[in-house]
C-alpha cells in the first residue's frame, strides 16, 4: 500500500497535462476510499469531565454502563498511536470528556505529534495549564477548539452547571491566543443560551478566530433525552446558521456536488468505517462516536485486526426500500445520519424529524438563492 501519509504526487495525468489540485484531491480520496485507509480518527481518552453540561451526550460524566472498565493506561494510547500512523492514518482529533483532565495528557498529545499526526485537540478551555502549553509551543496542533456556550457568566454556567467556569474558559482561550496558537471557538446553539448567539459570535470575531455553531442536540448515550428539551426550533436554527454567508455557501457547494450521484442503497454514506474511525476511553474501536451499537475491544486485538474485521459491517446495512430517506432529494441537506436516528428513535432506519425539518428548510433556501 502506499504511503498516503507522505503521498505529495500523483503519477496520473488528463490530457497530458500534470493533474490540477482539485483533481488531484479527487483521485486522493478515491484511493483513501478504495483501499479503506483510516485516514483520521478521534481518540476519546476520557468521559470524565470538570463540567455538568445540560446538552451532554455522556450525561454521567462516567464510563457509560455498557463499557464497565476502566480507561486505557498510557502505555496503550502510546502503542495504539504506533498501530494507527502503521495503517495510515493523518489527521487526528484528542477530545474527551475533557482530555487535559487525564495526567498523562501530554505524553499522549507528544507521541501522536512525533508520529507525524495532524492533530486537533478538543477542550473546554478550563483547564489550561503550563505544561500544556509549553508542549503546544514546541509542537504546535493544528487547532485546539474550544466550545463556547455564553457570552455571559450567567448563560455559560447555566449550561455547565460549574461556578466559576465562565472565567476559567475565556483565561483559558486568552491564554492561547497569547502563545499565538490556532483556536478555533464553537458553540452549541440551545434554549438556554438563544438570546447570546450574536454576542458568541462577536466574541469569536473580537478575538479574531474562527466560529461555527450546531444546533442538532441528540440524546445521551444512556437513552436520556432530557438534552432534546434544549432544541431551538428548525426555522430559528437555519435562520442563524444562514446568517454566516460562508457556512451558507459551503452548504451550496456540498448540495451541488451531491446532484446525480448513484444510489448505492447503503446505509452508512459517510466516512465511518471507510476511511474514520473512533476509540473511546475504555479501548473500544467503533466507526464513529455515534454509532454506539458495533465496536471491537481493542484490549483482545490491535487496531488493523478490528479495522479490517470490524469495522466493514457498518457498510454492509442497507436502507430499506420503504425508506422515507431512500431516494429523498434533500437528504444531503439534513445531515443524513443513521447513528443520530438510533439515538433519537432506537431504530437507525427512522429519521429524525428535526433533522428532516432544518434539511427542508436548508434546501428551500438554498433553492430561494438560486431563483434571486
Not at 502503542?79 to 501530554?106: K, M, N, Q, Y
Not at 483482545?300 to 474485521?309: N, T, Y
Amino acid at each position: 500500500m502506499m504511503d498516503l501519509r507522505h503521498s505529495n504526487r500523483c503519477k496520473g495525468t488528463q490530457s497530458g497535462f500534470p493533474l490540477t489540485e482539485k483533481d488531484y484531491l479527487t483521485y486522493f480520496k478515491g484511493k483513501v476510499e478504495r483501499l479503506r485507509v483510516p485516514l483520521s480518527g478521534d481518540l476519546a481518552v476520557t468521559h470524565r469531565c470538570n463540567l455538568r453540561c445540560v446538552h451532554c451526550y455522556v450525561g454521567s460524566h462516567q464510563t457509560p454502563p455498557s463499557v464497565p472498565r476502566e480507561e486505557l493506561a498510557t502505555s496503550r494510547w502510546l502503542s495504539l498511536l504506533d498501530e494507527i500512523t502503521a495503517a495510515g492514518c493523518l489527521f487526528l482529533l484528542i477530545t474527551g470528556g475533557e482530555p487535559l483532565l487525564r495526567d498523562d495528557f501530554v505524553d499522549i498529545y507528544r507521541h501522536a505529534k512525533r508520529k507525524g499526526l495532524l492533530v486537533t485537540v478538543f477542550t473546554n478551555g478550563t483547564l489550561i495549564r503550563d505544561e500544556v502549553l509549553d508542549v503546544w509551543d514546541d509542537l504546535p496542533p493544528q487547532a485546539i477548539e474550544i466550545s463556547l456556550y455564553g457570552a455571559t457568566a450567567a448563560t455559560y454556567e447555566t449550561i455547565t452547571g460549574t461556578r466559576g467556569s465562565y472565567e476559567r474558559c475565556v483565561r483559558g482561550i486568552e491564554r492561547l491566543l497569547e502563545r499565538r496558537l490556532n483556536v478555533r471557538l464553537k458553540t452549541v446553539l440551545m434554549r438556554d443560551n438563544r438570546q447570546e448567539f450574536e454576542a458568541i459570535r462577536a466574541m469569536a470575531l473580537r478575538y479574531g478566530v474562527k466560529f461555527r455553531m450546531d444546533a442538532e442536540i441528540f440524546p445521551r448515550f444512556n437513552g436520556d433525552r432530557s438534552p432534546l428539551e434544549q432544541r431551538v426550533p428548525p426555522e430559528e436554527a437555519v435562520d442563524l446558521e444562514f446568517s454566516d454567508q460562508t457556512r451558507f455557501l459551503q452548504w451550496v457547494e456540498l448540495f451541488e456536488r451531491a446532484q446525480g450521484l448513484p444510489r448505492t442503497g447503503t446505509l452508512y454514506t459517510c466516512g465511518a468505517g471507510m476511511t474514520h474511525f473512533h476509540v473511546d476511553p475504555c479501548g473500544y474501536l467503533r466507526p464513529c462516536l455515534m454509532v454506539q451499537d458495533l465496536h471491537y475491544d481493542l484490549g483482545q486485538g490491535g487496531f488493523l485486526e478490528g479495522w479490517k474485521k470490524a469495522m466493514p459491517r457498518i457498510r454492509k446495512r442497507k436502507i430499506p426500500a420503504s425508506s422515507r430517506c431512500e431516494g429523498c432529494s434533500v437528504k444531503v441537506a439534513c445531515g443524513f445520519c443513521p447513528a443520530f436516528f438510533r439515538l433519537e428513535n432506537n431504530n437507525e432506519t427512522m429519521y429524525s424529524e428535526y433533522l428532516c425539518s432544518i434539511g427542508q428548510i436548508r434546501y428551500q433556501r438554498i433553492l430561494n438563492a438560486a431563483h434571486e
